[in-house]
């Protein structure tokens, strides 16, 4: 017995019998292969659209919240910032340089179909243990894609975050987000206004890419069976990215479009109903116009064909000649596929006959909702009786040489170092810090940004997880001196038919939004990857904040780790320790422990102390906030990287390796007092070749940076 | 022994660098030049004294490292 | 007195370099590489980035852009000609200056600031240094890594061509300070004349204090005083 | 005709691929590896009738642009 076609492209019964109803009639392949991508998990967020809702999205200084290509804020002064992130977990698993290569090369299309250009990306990842060979190659591959195309199409990228657990080994997470400016007039939509305009494809010919593709792939669980499933990889083509960023701004400035949208899942079916649907038009598209890169494509297949590195621009009749002209200039092929049409329906000609006919909104908004059964797991009791057995007294130094030696707090040079980080000359503070800083030239604005996510401790306990992430990512921004200003969050998650998993999910959402409304930061963007399994097993809860802070003016000279010098004081800011070691590195790494339930997040004290972090931002040398690792670390960090040591002279092991939320560092001038920046307690004085913890024991800074260094190096020698 | 391994993308798959190399040589006048398809080619030497053996061992180092299978055929040929 | 800073498509560092030498005072205009005219200019800079990709070969269809031949023209009448990064390795190509620039030893990417001790200064790239100026800048490549045929190696040693080699912090050439590979820890060179130079590293990213360096702007300096000094497009 | 350029860097200019490669191939146990070089193919599709004809304009086409001569050696073999 066959399989219904239906079932193949990943749809249910019902949701077949949905389509039915809406087109009242049976759909032709064409048209089911367009409802089987747009219905899918992956463009139609069916299982997180009911709670995604409960994110706070306004702010006066909000543009364009959810919903659009990226998020938008104003700077002032008719400045504006895009920012988006994405997931592209699936892709990097099956091929993990053209993945992660053509992850960067979709994220750089939602920034600059905005409007905006394209100034900076960032690349959370997440893999299994490096002991495994296929990890590293996985590791190596990604960072090499992700290097590969941010570099050639020539968008630095500034920084990102690396974690490790068994979870991920059969489903890494290869998140990228990327930033953009533009002035206000600048600022484009997806919507296609106007009867008669016309719609322009722009860039790569349309190929067999990722038919039937990475959008269902990224909606279905990952086991043996899926081979099938398999789309064709992408291959990523930043050369033709560069060439169509530089060619869709200059059309924006000389304003010869209405409307454009990059090409991504689902490509010219969702491009041209999601534009015609959000100017409540319809569309003619003729399929022969379509510049193809093979011979015999089905409509079905260039309708869906997810080739890269194409755009979708609405123009008025009369521009079109300039633009073909501006896009030949640019080397760019372009073409006149489709014109808009009164009424609401996408229509689709394939030699004169018509292939598809649908109504175009009802792609995206007849779309499936599901509200999934939910439930807490049976198995956290279990998990949360299980806390770090912490003894009475521990060798800090020792501890501190393990901690060090860990590949995801040792040094990220490996990685950053093969990124350009420096292009286009706004990077004030780059990456190895905690946010980055980027300079706006000709203003005194600055935007810092920082990507933070905790698999371990989200799976703890996901609420107090989801909160406390989006707490360390506002504070990783206000000690560059910014002030949290935007967030979006990219959702990684298990497989949404389990009702553990949709628990999970709500309990993250919720967890972020109370943090977001404490500090009053809007959420303006997001993006949900569920289905992150691999026999059965799930990934841990694993949201990403990417967090936007903005300050004006920027601080003369922001902080940075290495400008400690001998004889400056090392001061604690933020409250008392609660002995928080649940999911802690000191638990994972010395302790071989990862159960626990960790401390909630404080929202009066978290915001005390971003408070007290964007002040000092101003004056001190360093400010490093305290994570994985705890003081310690966070210390070490400072030594190394300024190559000076330290001399702890009061605390207690505890407070030095717990992970208390709302803490950071402050190294300043002997002179200094900021003792009214209460809670603060001076700890340690730098100087001295080790970084010495007292009856604690000490280790030779030559040694912990040679540690340090090597601990991701000597994995993937 | 000598052996030559060719390593060429999948078909169907895209080519950026051909398709600007056949750009390029259009621009210097070679029309009639088509398509254009990148490949690698790596020569190996293996101390072996079996062309079969060194053939089937060669093959394996295309599938552990020398190629991608994903999105890579290769050939390999013992020159002797 | 004006500068022509040229763009290939695939290029990116245009914007920075224009932004460096207005840091100097010096005012700089992009040529698209279409164009076959650069007469008014004094100067020509080929700056970073991926021209056509980088496919093929670095810098190898770049060459054959229209532009080019006016370089070449300009070159050899004696204009400051500078190449950075993917501009030097066109220059290579175009046959400009001697050798060609492949991957870097260990086959990674490489962005970071590295030291170059300054080898000469008889070129339009280091006339304004000091011979063993130690100078701090950021390297940013895939194919920085130099090679020429050994005879063409020689030759640039004896004439005194090599300006730049990369070297440790103290200014002693080592193995480990090489961060790429190149044959003599060559970092940067001139042609005969000394007008027409190319590096690796990025002078325009070390020319202002809130970016890390200034370690850059001698370089650039020397190269604007050339151009200063001849009348445009001769 | 299609026609195959294989282009190798000369004899004793660097070849960190090779090199790399080398390593690697090792560090996985294959031992029996010797030297190893890397080097590109392109294949072209050329309109025309003539090989030999055929075999000049794509030798002429590497000379200009398909290898650097200055480092690379090129050999072209028309397929038919
Ligand atoms: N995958 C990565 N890509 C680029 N930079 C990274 C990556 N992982 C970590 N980094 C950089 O290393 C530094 C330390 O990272 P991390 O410890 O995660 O910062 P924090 O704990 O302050 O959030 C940061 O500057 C970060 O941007
Ligand atoms: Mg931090």
Redesign the interface.
């Known amino acids: 017995m066959t399989e219904p076609v239906h079932r193949t492209l990943g749809m249910t019964d019902e949701e077949y019998e949905s389509v039915v109803r809406v087109l009242d009639r049976t759909p032709e392949p064409a048209e089911l292969a367009m409802y089987s991508v747009m219905w899918s998990e992956h463009c139609s967020y069916k299982s997180s659209r009911a709670w995604l809702g409960r994110f706070p999205t306004e702010a006066p200084w909000v543009v364009v919240g959810p919903g659009e290509n990226a998020g938008v804020v104003d700077l002032g002064d008719g400045w504006l910032a895009a920012l988006r992130i994405e997931s592209h977990n699936h892709p990097s698993f ?2 993990p ?2 993945g992660a290569a053509t992850g960067v090369g979709g994220i750089l299309r939602d920034i600059f179909t905005m409007g905006a250009r394209p100034i900076a990306v960032w690349d959370p990842i997440r893999f299994g243990s490096l002991d495994q060979p296929r990890n590293r190659y996985l590791l190596k591959g990604v960072v090499a894609g992700i290097a590969g195309y941010g570099n050639a199409v020539g968008v630095p990228t500034l920084g990102g975050e690396i974690e490790f657990a068994d979870c991920y080994s059969g489903n890494p997470l290869v998140n990228v987000m990327a930033l953009g400016i533009l002035e206000r007039e600048q600022l484009v939509l997806s919507a296609a206004s106007g009867e008669g305009n016309v719609a322009v494809l722009l860039g ?2 349309t ?3 990722g038919i039937g593709g990475a959008s269902i792939l990224a909606s279905a669980s990952f086991d043996e069976g899926s081979g099938a499933k398999r789309p ?4 990523g ?1 930043p ?2 990215e560069k060439k169509l960023i530089e060619a869709c701004l200059e059309l924006y400035e000389r304003g010869l479009v209405v409307g454009i949208q990059d090409l991504g899942a689902a490509g010219i079916s969702c491009a041209t109903s999601e534009c015609a649907a959000n100017g409540g038009m319809g569309m003619d598209v003729d399929l022969d116009t379509v510049h193809l ?2 011979h015999g494509m089905t409509p079905g297949e260039i309708l869906m064909s997810e ?2 590195e194409r755009m979708l621009a609405i123009v008025r009749p009369e521009d079109v000649a300039e633009v073909l002209a501006l896009a030949e200039k640019w ?1 760019v092929d372009a073409s006149s596929i489709g014109t808009v049409t009164p009424g609401g329906a996408l229509r689709v000609f394939q030699d004169g006959a018509l292939v598809a006919e649908v109504p175009a909104a009802s792609l995206s908004e007849d779309a499936p909702r599901y509200e999934r059964p939910r439930e807490r797991p049976a198995w956290l009791d279990a998990v949360w009786a299980d806390a770090p057995d912490v003894p009475d007294q521990v060798d800090v130094a020792g501890a501190l040489r393990s901690l060090l030696d860990d590949p995801a707090l040792g040094d990220r040079s490996w990685i950053y170092e093969q990124y350009d980080h420096q292009l286009f000359l706004n990077t004030v503070v780059g990456p190895g810090n905690d946010g980055s800083l980027l300079r706006i030239k000709g203003t005194e604005k600055g935007l810092a940004v920082s990507t933070d996510g905790d698999g371990l401790r989200c799976r703890l306990d996901p609420r107090r997880g989801g909160a406390r992430i989006v707490w360390e990512a506002a504070l990783n921004v206000a000690v560059t001196g910014a002030r949290p200003y935007a967030v979006v969050d990219n959702l990684n998650f298990g497989n949404p038919e389990k009702p553990e998993v949709m628990w999970q999910f709500v309990e993250v959402v919720e967890g972020m939004s109370q943090a977001c409304e404490a500090l009053g930061v809007p959420v303006i963007g997001g993006n949900v990857s569920f289905y992150n399994e691999t026999g059965g097993v799930d990934i841990h809860p694993t949201p990403v904040v990417g967090m936007l802070g903005f300050c004006d003016p920027m601080p003369p000279r922001a902080p940075r780790l290495d400008r400690a010098e001998e004889g400056m004081d090392v001061w604690l800011v933020g409250p008392e320790h609660l002995d928080d070691f649940a999911g802690s590195a000191f638990a994972r790494v010395v302790l071989g422990n990862e159960g626990g339930r960790p401390h909630d997040a404080d929202a009066e004290a978290g915001s005390t102390v971003i408070a007290h972090a964007i002040q000092l931002a101003g004056w001190s040398p360093v400010l490093h906030d305290v994570s994985a690792g705890g003081v310690a670390v966070a210390l070490a960090e400072i030594c190394i990287r300024s190559g000076v040591g330290a001399v702890v002279e009061a605390a207690d092991w505890r407070e030095l390796l717990c992970e208390s939320p709302h803490r950071f560092l402050a190294v300043l001038p002997p002179e200094a007092d900021p003792s009214d920046l209460s809670p603060i307690r001076r700890i340690a004085t730098m100087g001295g070749a080790a970084i010495d913890f007292g009856r604690y024991g000490a280790l030779p800074l030559t040694e912990a940076t040679e540690i340090w260094r090597n601990a991701l190096p000597r994995r993937l020698a | 022994m000598k052996v030559r391994v ?1 390593i ?3 078909a ?10 056949h ?3 259009h ?2 006048g ?1 029309d ?17 004294k079996d062309a079969a053996e060194v053939q089937a ?1 060669v093959e394996e ?1 295309c599938e ?3 190629a ?1 299978p ?2 890579e055929d290769y050939a390999v040929e013992v020159l002797g | 007195m004006t500068i022509a800073v040229v763009v290939f498509p695939g290029t990116n560092c245009e914007h920075d370099v224009v932004h460096a030498l207005g840091v100097l005072g010096v005012s700089a205009d992009l040529a698209w590489h279409r164009e076959t005219d650069l007469a008014g200019a004094s100067g020509v800079v080929l700056p970073g980035g991926f021209a ?2 980088d ?2 070969r670095t810098g ?2 770049a060459r ?1 852009s229209p532009v080019m031949t006016e370089v070449a023209r300009l070159a050899e009448a004696g204009c400051p000609v500078l190449g950075i990064c993917n501009g030097f390795q066109i220059l290579c190509e175009a046959g400009l200056l001697p050798g060609a620039l492949v991957a870097n030893r260990d086959l990674r990417f490489v962005c970071r600031p590295i030291h170059v001790r300054v080898e000469s200064t008889d070129s339009v790239l280091t006339a304004a240094a000091t011979v063993g100026d130690v100078l701090r800048i950021p390297l940013n490549s895939y194919e920085g890594n130099y090679v020429a045929p050994a005879a063409d190696v020689a030759a640039l040693e004896e004439a005194g061509r090599v300006m730049l080699r990369y070297c440790d912090p103290s200014g002693a050439v080592t193995d480990p300070a090489n961060p790429n590979g190149s044959m003599n820890a060559i970092a940067g060179i001139a042609n005969a004349a000394g007008n027409v130079a190319g590096l690796m590293p990025h002078p325009e990213r070390a020319s202002e204090e809130i970016l890390g360096s200034t370690d850059g702007r001698v370089l650039l300096e020397s190269f604007v005083a050339a151009a200063t000094a001849i009348p445009a497009g001769r």
Do not use: C, W
């Not at chain 1, 064709?232 to 291959?235: E, G, K, L, N, R």
């Not at chain 2, 169907?12 to 190399?21: H, Y």
């Not at chain 2, 254009?36 to 072996?48: K, L, P, Q, Y």
């Open positions: 099956v091929e340089y053209q790569a010919a190929g067999r890419d064709s990889v992408q291959i083509d050369f033709e890169r093979e080739s890269q080397e | 060719s060429t993308r999948k169907g798959l895209s080519d950026p660098e051909g398709v600007e190399t750009r390029a040589l621009d210097l070679y009639e030049v088509g398509d254009v398809h990148f490949g690698r080619i790596i020569t190996v030497e293996v101390a072996g061992r180092m552990r490292l020398l991608n994903v999105i | 056509h990709g496919y093929l190898a269809i054959f």
